[in-house]
């Protein structure tokens, strides 16, 4: 079992990736990312995303009902629905489905952000959260039918509400569920870079006890992005590999080991 | 098997709708439009909808691969998810599908519609057409399963394009793949009403043999739901009723009778 996660930005082959997974015997679920196409669609909108700076330095959208709103137009309405287009056209029985579908992925909403607004401590709560579990009869049934299911967010939470939340931690709880051996992480770049601006930086092989090390090495986003790895390790997969998303051929070239691989 | 078709209209009261479904015994399928939610988001993106009229007089919307992508947000990304929130709120286990997921519903493309441009007669041709089939396997073992299939549009076409259609049409296909006895109707209106503008001239009771004569008496969307319901009645339904989405209950309403009842 494959995990494949595109990452959302705007620059990701999609037509190569699915031509490519076309191609592929193992089983595999798709999940996938929009963020580049929400942020495009909520400045049309006249709504531009906020993002909150906790008081330790995280930073996160500000997930409010208006966003979630906008994230349903673009990760379960546009991006999801391009995708199972483009599956069908290439033979892949594909399913989309949020987090909120049949209880997909269910998770438990932040309590909270501690921010600052100017000197003053101030708790903000919005629609996001953590994945906790994924519904597995449901993924089980589809696949032994002949559908690939693609998962993207919303996920819901303890009260069935829709919340926002990390297509990698989703990536996480689905690797435990399906024990699935191999997660291929589509980006937009050609994996871990030892220097973000040199592509020639790659690394090509990180060695799962230096996982930690790497962690502490970046910033951002590509932190976070190896703490996911890091905890997909340590619940049981055996093989990562972070790779372009934006090749002709995303996919074949994973699986030949460019990009970076974790093992 | 009842097929609940919720109009796309804005004032449509959908909690009011999940709620009563909550209590019904019998099993159901959804239909849901999102006409309303689909000129407006259409309109804040700066690319208001197109109508064509045909050279025989018919009108319909004009569906390029920009109002596909309007309508994958508003359909299938933002009131199909908080359709599903909603039930799932009501302890109702939906899962929501395009026409696109696993070929749940496939179609023919239009080859073209026949239009003046200023006095030049012109074929224009978009991503629209006719749904044929449903999946019925999958539906099976979405309901067998426990699970509320929530469908809407876009459909996929005989090239596995994404192309948009008339919900009342994708309604009577799975009326009859599915052989559902009751199909209930809701609009923004009393039900079929003797003169549009005088909500008091709503008729109780069409009997199948009024159908035809009905059918002339009205024009436009009225007209072509008024066709829909006879071919319905041609191909097997024992019961439609069209009735009220915006009250309190409009499930328990529909199922009371109130509305127009054709049987």
Chains 1, 2 share one sequence.
Do not use: W
């Amino acid at each position: 079992m494959i995990i494949v996660k595109i990452g959302g930005g705007k620059e990701i082959n999609l037509e190569g990736i699915i031509a490519d997974l076309a191609g592929i015997d193992e089983p595999y679920v798709i999940v996938h990312g929009a963020n580049a196409l929400r942020d495009k669609l909520a400045e049309d909108l006249g709504q531009p995303k906020q993002v909150l700076t906790s008081v330790k330095g995280y930073t996160s959208v500000y997930s409010d009902e208006k966003l979630l709103d906008v994230m349903m137009m673009a990760y379960a309405g546009l991006r999801n629905k391009r995708i199972i287009e483009l599956c069908q056209q290439h033979g892949i029985n594909a399913v989309g489905l949020t987090g909120l579908d049949g209880k997909m992925v269910r998770g438990k909403r932040n309590q909270g952000i501690r921010v600052y607004q100017g000197k003053k401590l101030k708790i903000v709560r919005d629609f996001s959260g953590k994945p906790q579990s994924v519904n597995t009869p449901l993924l089980h049934l589809l696949l032994n039918n002949g559908y690939v299911p693609v998962l993207t967010v919303p996920i819901i939470d303890e009260h069935n509400a829709a919340i926002n939340t990390e297509n990698d931690d989703v990536v996480r709880v689905l690797q435990k569920a399906l024990e699935a051996e191999t997660v291929i992480n589509l980006i937009e770049a050609a994996g871990f870079l030892e220097n973000k601006d040199d592509t020639a930086s790659l690394i090509k092989n990180i060695p799962a006890s230096d996982l930690k090390a790497r962690e502490n090495q970046v910033e951002g986003r590509m932190k976070r992005k190896m703490l996911a790895v890091r905890k997909l390790f340590e619940q049981g997969a055996t093989r990562i590999i972070i790779s372009d998303g934006r090749g002709d051929h995303p996919i074949v070239d994973a699986l030949d080991g460019k990009g970076t691989v974790i093992a």
